[in-house]
Every structure is written in C-alpha cells, then in structure tokens.
C-alpha cells in the first residue's frame, strides 16, 4: 500500500476527535499523488460527508468551473480540507479540532509535495498567514521555501456575497501567471529569502 493510501485508511478510521462519532464518512481528499497544486477548503459538508469527497456540493461545482476557467480539470489537482470530518450542522471547525487533525494535512503536503498551495477561505489560510484577515490578504502569494502560498476566499463564502465573487474570480485568474512564475524560479531564479511576500502583480 502506498504511503498515501495508508494516510487515508488513517484519516478514515480516525477517532482522535469528537467529529469522528458523528461523521459518515471522513474525507481525505482526492487528486493525483504528485499535484503541483493544493487547493486545501475548510471542512467537509454535508454531500462530502455523505460520499467521502472534498468539495462535491455546490462549492465544488463552482471550484470545478472555477478551474475550468483558468483551464485546470479538477482531475490535475489535489483537493482537501483543514479539518477531515464534517462539523455537526456545519458549524466552523474548533481549534483543538484543527489541531488534532494538522498531522494529517502535514503528512498529505510532505507526500505530495504541491509548488503552489492555495488557501480556500479563512481557516486555511489561518494556518500559513496566522493572524492575517483574508479581506486584506487575499489574492497575494507568499513563497516560503520552494512553495507558494496563496490566500483566496473560499467558494462556499463567494456564492453567498457577490461583491466576493467578482474578488475570487480575479484572484483564480492569477493562478497560470504563479505557475509560469514558478516554472521561472525552477530554472535558476535565485531563491528567495524565506517569508518574503512576492509581489507579483
Ligand atoms: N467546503 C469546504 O471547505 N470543503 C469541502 O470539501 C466542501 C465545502
């Protein structure tokens, strides 16, 4: 069994957390095991749940046309979530919930080992811009070692509010320019100091 399909066997028969007693299925995430891109959400809802997808509801089908837009199938990328288990009733995920399940993210990120990492929505972004507020932050990548982050408001949030909608659909447009960006740097860029805020566009 690869490496990868052990962590999600894992995540699957966790109990470390209370989410873990009322879920249906935990959700692991999906996508090839070499994704250059992470999109990583907030927790499962009620349809991920139920099938044991990331982002299958009405946030997924807008991430899908999303991605269509800028020319990615949802196929080439590797979806999950902060938290692997839905909250009862959809409520935002805890802390110590977060916590407990930061390893599993760790590990998915070290196998899989993503260019660029984009941050859907606040909880995710919490985790890589601590203390930041994404009405601020988003749409600007950060490179920290050879990985960029990439804050951007999570899809759920934009159906609800247009004035975000119009903000997330230029933000995803940024998305092929950090790519080339970061085939550039693979080619001999000099690195960049650690933490430093790019300022792309
Ligand atoms: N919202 C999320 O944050 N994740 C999902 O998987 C679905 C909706």
Known sequence: ?????????????????????SRSHAVPGEGPDDAAIMFIGEAPGFHEDRQGRPFVGAAGSYLNELLDRIGLKRE??????VIKCRPPANRDPQPVEIETCQPYLDR???????????????????????????????????????????PIFHPAAALHQPRWRETLEADFQKIPELLAKLDEVEEGEPEWPQAQQLSLF
């Open 1 to 21: 069994m690869s490496e990868l399909a052990e962590l999600y066997r894992e995540i699957q028969g966790c109990q470390k957390c209370v989410l873990g007693q």
């Open 76 to 81: 080439e990328v590797y979806i999950t979530n």
């Open 108 to 150: 998915q990120i070290a196998l899989i080992r993503p260019k660029l990492i984009v941050t859907l929505g606040r909880f995710s972004m919490q985790r890589y811009f601590p203390g930041a507020s994404i009405t601020r932050i988003h749409g600007q990548p950060k490179r920290v070692g050879n990985v960029i982050y990439y």
